[in-house]
């Protein structure tokens, strides 16, 4: 059903790019950026992170056929990627390593830092990216439903675009405590889906 797909895909994107908890990353790698810079910096990339998402999706299954790989397999790795992440989420740990990778890309690229952290991979990481190909193998091929992705994805970078615009504003409101709460409720949700994204691909494989 169309709703279904909207509503998976919506969820397990949101929770996998985490725009709301990307914002004290934000901050810390543009700190001492003019206002008008931070937010050229935060258009750019919301918009190269939508492009790299949005190509995922259109192209990430013809690639796996390419290149051999099932659609169940790759289910099944990206569903233990996606819990690796969860995992690190509930933890606590996640926060800790987008920051120190974010600390050491302003280092070597801070002409560059739309590209590199901010879009890839702190917006379109590994765990993004898998989502996008799970949930484009799912839409298999439709043109109903890879629009629907595809608006989907459009819509986390808008948010993501937000979010970093008002970074400073969504930090005081949130509080050290509702950025933690926040981000561990998130990872819960996404280690059921991720639960989910394995068994679909163990089913496939034992039909097969």
Request: net charge positive.
């Amino acid at each position: 059903m169309p709703l279904e797909f909207f509503i998976s895909a919506t969820v397990t994107l949101f929770v996998v790019v985490d725009p709301i908890g990307l914002a004290p990353t934000f901050l810390s790698v543009t700190a001492g950026i003019p206002d008008t810079a931070r937010r050229h910096v935060a258009l750019r990339a919301a918009l190269i992170a939508g492009a790299v998402l949005t190509g995922t999706a259109l192209v990430g299954d013809w690639l796996l056929h390419q290149l051999g790989i099932t659609l169940a397999a790759f289910r099944i790795a990206g569903g233990l990627l996606l819990f690796s992440i969860a995992s690190e989420m509930v933890f606590g740990v996640r926060s800790q390593r987008q920051s120190r990778d974010a600390e050491q890309a302003i280092e070597e690229h801070v002409r560059n830092i739309a590209v590199f952290p901010l879009a890839i991979p702190l917006l379109a990481g590994p765990g993004a990216l898998t989502a996008t190909v799970l949930l484009a193998g799912r839409a298999a091929f439709q043109p109903l439903y890879l629009a629907i992705l595809v608006g989907v994805i459009a819509a986390v970078a808008a948010l993501g675009l937000m979010v970093f615009r008002g970074a400073s504003r969504i930090e005081k409101g949130l509080g050290t405590t509702g950025s933690v709460l926040l981000s561990r409720l998130q990872g819960v949700l996404l280690s059921a889906l991720a639960v989910q994204f394995v068994v679909d691909g163990i089913r496939v494989v034992l039909k097969g």
